[in-house]
């Protein structure tokens, strides 16, 4: 028996992955920058490799999902490694998403991330970070970012292979501790529109994508920039302009995709009538393919967010998190 277990945690990006230029090897347009977060977002996976397994099983939240259907795409990862390791037995694979209940959403990046760790130590391999994330991004890009701990660029490389399609960390979790993200729950459904779906008709259809792209390259130098100077202001402005800019592009879009709503609208007033009110940029807002707010501040107004997010009707659940460490192998 060959078995490992790893937790690893979503990341909560302030420059955005969405739209691949190769959808079978997942290389995405532009590099893309975000924080991995704590164990309040954490998924737990447990990888056994054993010749008493009839057939390859994979069980999520306590339930055996169907892997010829929807996960099939993000347990390819444990294929390569399989091969890799040159053994060919049957997989268990047994997943949790610790999230708190009712957090709407369930991360593809945690879960692909914590897979590709545990299968890679179950199976003996020694690999590197960069090997971790490439492998990774082939199962769901955003996990690629989600092997490393701290703050993340995705590289989008320039090769046609993807050899040069990987993350890297660009500063560790300690670096600003002070660093808050507070989760605006809005929404508990499921988005009727798939990242994968939906990031495919953006690039197709979007004439504002393009202008995205351009517009990220300037973005991406000075938001690293703002996060290693520790810069909040300049931080929170780029990422609340940077999010406006996927949701514009993804409302751009034929036909319209909308993932913000009446609550997410309301969240985003709040953080522009707090910034206004104090005279400086405490928080800045941040939304993925989902309704649900992000908000990076830091500890010294972590509690005045929470006050005026218990106001908002729309909102559901309130939930904090510090910047995380990264994968971290469970001993047996
Ligand atoms: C991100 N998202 O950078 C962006 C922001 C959603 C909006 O990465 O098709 O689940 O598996 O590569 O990684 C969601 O996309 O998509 C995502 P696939 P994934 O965090």
């Given at each position: 028996m060959y078995i490992a277990t790893y937790t690893a945690s979503a990341n909560i990006a302030v420059v955005k992955y969405w739209g691949k230029r190769n959808e079978e090897l997942i290389l995405p347009y532009n590099n893309s920058l975000s924080f991995t977060m704590d164990d309040n977002l954490q998924t737990i996976t447990t990888v056994m490799f054993s010749e008493k397994f009839s057939q390859d099983e994979l069980w999520l939240n306590g339930k055996k999902m169907d892997l010829q259907k929807g996960k099939k795409s993000h347990v390819l990862p444990v294929d390569l490694?399989?091969?890799?390791?040159?053994?060919?037995?049957?997989?268990?694979?047994?997943?949790?998403?610790?999230?708190?209940?009712?957090?709407?959403?369930?991360?593809?990046?945690?879960?692909?991330?914590?897979?590709?760790?545990?299968t890679s130590k179950a199976l003996n391999l020694t690999l590197s970070g960069k090997e971790l994330s490439m492998l990774a991004r082939q199962g769901s890009g955003s996990a690629s970012r989600s092997v490393y701990g701290g703050f993340v660029e995705w590289l989008k490389g320039d090769l046609e292979d993807g050899t040069d399609s990987f993350a890297q960390q660009i500063a560790p979790h300690d670096h600003w501790p002070e660093l808050r993200n507070v989760i605006a729950v809005v929404e508990t459904e499921e988005k009727k529109v798939s990242s994968r779906h939906g990031m495919k008709t953006t690039t197709l259809t979007s004439a504002l994508y393009e202008k995205r792209l351009q517009y990220l390259e300037g973005v991406i130098p000075k938001m690293k920039e703002a996060v290693l100077q520790k810069d909040f202001a300049t931080f929170a402005e780029l990422t609340m302009r940077e999010s406006n800019s996927m949701h514009a592009s993804m409302l751009d879009t034929w036909p319209p995709i909308m993932y913000l709503s009446d609550g997410s609208r309301e969240v985003i007033y709040m953080v522009e009538d707090l910034n206004a009110e104090l005279g400086k940029t405490v928080a800045g807002y941040t939304f993925d393919a989902g309704p649900n707010a992000h908000i990076y501040t830091t500890e010294e107004y972590e509690s005045v967010i929470k006050e005026r997010l218990e106001k908002i009707a729309h909102v559901k659940n309130i939930e904090v998190c510090k910047v995380g460490q990264g994968p971290q192998q469970i001993s047996d």
């Open positions: 490694l399989r091969k890799k390791a040159d053994i060919d037995l049957p997989v268990r694979i047994v997943s949790k998403n610790c999230f708190p209940t009712g957090a709407g959403f369930a991360s593809s990046a945690s879960g692909v991330a914590a897979l590709v760790c545990a």
